[in-house]
T-cell receptor
Framework: KAGVTQTPRYLIKTRGQQVTLSCSPI?????VSWYQQTPGQGLQFLFE???????NKGNFPGRFSGRQFSNSRSEMNVSTLELGDSALYLC?????????FGPGTRLTVL | DAKTTQPPSMDCAEGRAANLPCNHS???????VYWYRQIHSQGPQYIIH???NNETNEMASLIITEDRKSSTLILPHATLRDTAVYYC?????????????FGTGTLLAVQP
C-alpha cells in the first residue's frame, strides 16, 4: 500500500499570504490528523478529521483551518501568514488507532 | 502536556542493543504505550505499541513493567540508520480521537 502523501513538499510564502496544504491518506484510512512541528514548540496537534467531520482541535488560532473530502483526502489552510508559521506540517492517517505519518510539507514564511 | 518522561539523549554503539526507557507513572488502564521515531526532518515513523504484555515486531521489542508505570523500547542490533529522535506516547486505544501528544523524546545517536 502506498503511504501517506503530502503536497507540496516545500513552500515559500510571504507574510500576509495564505497557503493550502494537501494530504492523501493511506487507502482505507478514514481519519486524518494534522500536526505542526517547530524547533521551539516541538510537535503539536492541529486538528483531526473523520468522515468529513472535525472531531478534535488543538490550541491554534482560527487562521488555521482544515477540511476533509468524501474520499478522505484532507487539506489545511493557513490565512494571513506570520513569520512564526514557518514549520514542518505533518499529516497522519489512522486505522484502528495507529497513526501513520506522511513526509510533511516544509513551509517557510518570509 | 505529555504524560511521559524520557531522557533527552542516549548513545549506542553500532551492532549493540539500544534500550530506550520511558516513564509513564500516571498511565490509565485503557491507555496504550506507543513508540514513534523521527529521523531528521522526516515524518515520524510508527515503531510499536502495547498495553501490558511485551510486544515484538520486525523493528523492535517493547517491554512494559508489570505496574505499567514504565517501559523500554529495545532495538536489538542498532545501526547508524537508527539514529533518530524516539518518542514514547501514551493514549487511549480506539475512542473518539487518534490525537497524539508528543513530548521532547530521546535523541538516540548510534556511534560507529
Amino acid at each position: 500500500k502506498a503511504g501517506v502523501t503530502q503536497t507540496p513538499r516545500y513552500l515559500i510564502k510571504t507574510r500576509g499570504q495564505q497557503v493550502t496544504l494537501s494530504c492523501s491518506p493511506i487507502s482505507g484510512h478514514r481519519s486524518v490528523s494534522w500536526y505542526q512541528q517547530t524547533p521551539g514548540q516541538g510537535l503539536q496537534f492541529l486538528f483531526e478529521y473523520f468522515s468529513e467531520t472535525q472531531r478534535n482541535k488543538g490550541n491554534f488560532p482560527g487562521r488555521f483551518s482544515g477540511r476533509q473530502f468524501s474520499n478522505s483526502r484532507s487539506e489545511m489552510n493557513v490565512s494571513t501568514l506570520e513569520l512564526g508559521d514557518s514549520a514542518l506540517y505533518l499529516c497522519a492517517s489512522s486505522l484502528a488507532g495507529t497513526q501513520y505519518f506522511g513526509p510533511g510539507t516544509r513551509l517557510t514564511v518570509l | 502536556d505529555a504524560k511521559t518522561t524520557q531522557p533527552p539523549s542516549m548513545d549506542c554503539a553500532e551492532g549493540r542493543a539500544a534500550n530506550l526507557p520511558c516513564n509513564h507513572s500516571t498511565i490509565s488502564g485503557n491507555e496504550y504505550v506507543y513508540w514513534y521515531r523521527q529521523i531528521h526532518s522526516q515524518g515520524p515513523q510508527y515503531i510499536i505499541h502495547g498495553l501490558k504484555n511485551n510486544e515484538t515486531n520486525e523493528m523492535a521489542s517493547l517491554i512494559i513493567t508489570e505496574d505499567r508505570k514504565s517501559s523500554t523500547l529495545i532495538l536489538p542490533h542498532a545501526t547508524l540508520r537508527d539514529t533518530a529522535v524516539y518518542y514514547c506516547i501514551v493514549r487511549p486505544y480506539g475512542g473518539a480521537t487518534n490525537k497524539l501528544i508528543f513530548g521532547t523524546g530521546t535523541l538516540l545517536a548510534v556511534q560507529p
